[in-house]
């Protein structure tokens, strides 16, 4: 059985960096043609794709947030982590992470988690 | 600022037929990469609906169907049921700039 979840602050700062992890089971991050993305989305808004992380290192961003994007994995921990520098009040959205299925498709998500950015 | 274009609303009354089209280009699913769709309920996390095009996962309803022609996909719901009012995104693979995953502007499809 698959699953995961999304784990981080609620609230960061505007300029603050943002740090989200999502612990993962079920799957191996080392199988070929596995990955796990993150996707984001704003209240009342469309889902938009953040990064991608894929089980040889290859790692797909954004091309709009790639600046302030960084994404690493920790095969021994079953963890991915994203940061996200100089968030700003329209980074607000619910982030969620998902299991990616042959570099195509999300089968399996996060229950997703809130992130407000605030001063 | 999707690439990928639906409409933002459909709607039917139950047991109607309703189709969401999304709408892309030649660097998109007019390039051949598959669309997926997904269905989100409000305060929950998507669903897979349909993936590579047409195929349902396990445990999808056989009224859900997905096409794919050119440079346009679309979701078809045969014999409409309230439970489906929800919202609909498709996504797919965009080669441009460093190449990325999509999503569609979103559908909320609802039930007369």
């Known amino acids: 059985q698959i699953t995961l979840k999304e784990s981080g602050p609620t609230l960061v700062k505007p300029t603050q960096t943002l740090t989200l992890t999502c612990t993962f089971s079920?799957?191996?991050?080392?199988?070929?043609?596995?990955?796990v993305g993150w996707i984001r989305q704003p209240p009342g808004k469309a889902l938009e794709c953040l990064a991608l992380?894929?089980?040889?290192?290859?790692?797909r961003y954004s091309p709009s947030l790639k600046s302030r994007l960084t994404f690493t994995k920790d095969t021994s921990k079953n963890q991915v982590v994203l940061t996200m520098t100089n968030m700003d009040p329209v980074d607000t959205a619910t982030y969620y992470c998902?299991?990616?299925?042959?570099?195509?498709?999300?089968?399996?998500w996060g229950q997703g988690t809130l992130v407000t950015v605030s001063s | 600022q999707s690439v990928l274009t639906q409409p933002p609303s459909v709607s039917g009354a139950p047991g109607q037929r309703v189709t969401i089209s999304c709408t892309g280009s030649s660097s998109n699913i007019g390039a051949g990469y598959d669309v997926h769709w997904y269905q989100q309920f409000p305060g929950t996390a998507p669903k897979l609906l349909i993936y590579a095009n047409s195929n349902r996962p396990s445990g999808v309803p056989d009224r859900f169907s997905g096409s794919k022609s050119g440079t346009s996909a679309s979701l078809a719901i045969t014999g409409l049921q309230a439970e489906d009012e929800a919202d609909y995104y498709c996504?797919?693979?965009?080669?441009?700039?460093?190449?990325?995953?999509?999503f569609g502007t979103g559908t909320k499809v609802t039930v007369l």
């Open positions: 992380i894929y089980w040889n290192d290859d790692n």
């Open positions: 996504q797919s693979y965009d080669s441009s700039l460093s190449g990325s995953n999509v």
């Open positions: 998902a299991h990616s299925r042959q570099m195509k498709y999300f089968d399996y």
């Open positions: 079920g799957f191996s991050l080392s199988t070929s043609g596995v990955g």
